[in-house]
């Protein structure tokens, strides 16, 4: 699969590899905080609108050029991650979590894994604490396709998997990241 930055997903563009849970390689500036920032509050402002919004909130004089090629940099290290997630109304969303059958977990825990990974269903997958250690928000065209799916998991990893819990997730009230929570990027460096 291709990754943002062109290489393949979890590989950098210099050939190096990144994982999910390693931090990026970025030494932050403090104009590389206020872009992200900004796009936070919208995304689909350009290069040229950034350096303009740089100059007249933030008194950063830098050309769109250089803009740009903050962002691609950032992008291409992983410092953010673009999707596309549809609107609610066009799928059904629901969380899963799994519960493991410890006594088979060891020989079939990584296909298990895979499969749920992999799958175009999978929108996010993360590892907890608790009885339920695997999650996944997921999304259906329809209520017929997500007991499909479970179906086909039981039947493929059901000596692993001992109970698939979902919710279905309904009247999304919010899905952005705060502008200001990205501040504590830059918190206690010096200007760059």
Known sequence: MRGAGGGREG???DGGTTTMTERPDWEFKRRDVLVLRELSRDPQLSSRDLSRILAEKYD????HVTVSE??????????????VIPNEEYFIFALFEFRFN?????????DAMEYIRDSPNTLFYFLSDG???????????????????????????GGVIDNIRNSVVHNVLKFRTDPELLDSLHEGEEER
């Open 60 to 63: 950063i004089e830098v050309s």
């Open 102 to 110: 410890t006594e088979r977990f060891a020989d079939g825990w990584r």
């Open 11 to 13: 590989e950098e563009p």
């Open 70 to 83: 903050s962002i691609r940099g950032m992008r291409e290290r992983g410092v953010f991650r673009e999707a």
């Open 131 to 157: 009885e339920y250690q695997w999650k996944a928000v997921m999304m259906f065209p329809d209520r017929t396709s997500e007991s499909r799916w479970i179906h086909e998991c039981y039947k493929e990893h």
